[in-house]
């Protein structure tokens, strides 16, 4: 007669444990490699990079970065804090962004800011190096401010030569 085996014998339960273990450790390594290799595209995609920027922009940055923009004004017209003022006012809530597939490459994609309905510049992200599973990391190149929204309220009087004309407060010269 055949011995057969005892399905419940001491070296059979060593074996099947043993190879449990085996296997155990197999898939960990496997979906470790699996969760880094997810991770590493995730942080990869251009969306992180631009949405890192859109955290730190606010009027006041809006304000910090019309300097130049208010060389160009006569201060016996406006006041920096009135300036900084009409700013605040033309931004409209928080700010939002939208690809500009026009401009945009594979290494270099640009973006389109805006407040409500005002352009205030755009963003320019380019392509890092690459991982070691080839991903690229995105990095913030440039961004571009766009203050003409401010020039679009330009207003035009006639007034007699006798009279005087005031803004904020200021009496303007006859120049």
């Known amino acids: 007669m055949k011995k057969r085996i005892k399905i419940f014998s001491g070296k059979f339960l060593l074996a099947m444990a043993l190879y449990a273990v085996c296997f155990g450790i197999l898939a960990w390594f496997g979906l ?6 997810i991770e590493a595209y995730e942080a990869s995609r251009p969306k992180h990079a631009i949405e890192a920027y859109m955290e730190q922009l606010s009027p006041e940055h809006m304000c910090a970065a019309s300097d130049d923009l208010y060389a160009t004004v006569d201060p016996k017209l406006q006041t920096r804090e009135q300036f900084d003022q009409v700013i605040r006012d033309a931004l409209e809530g ?3 962004y939208a690809k500009k597939s026009s401009k945009s490459t594979e290494e270099r994609q640009v973006f389109a800011v805006r407040s409500g309905r005002v352009n205030v510049g755009e963003v320019v992200i380019t392509a890092g190096e690459e991982d070691r599973f080839g991903f690229r990391s995105w ?17 035009g009087v006639t007034v007699p030569s006798e009279f005087q004309v005031s803004v904020n407060g ?6």
């Open 170 to 175: 200021h009496v303007l010269s006859k120049d």
């Open 139 to 155: 990095d913030v190149e440039s961004f571009t401010y766009d203050f003409a929204y401010l020039m679009g309220q330009s207003v």
């Open 32 to 37: 470790r490699f699996f969760w880094q290799f």
């Open 94 to 96: 928080s700010f939002s």
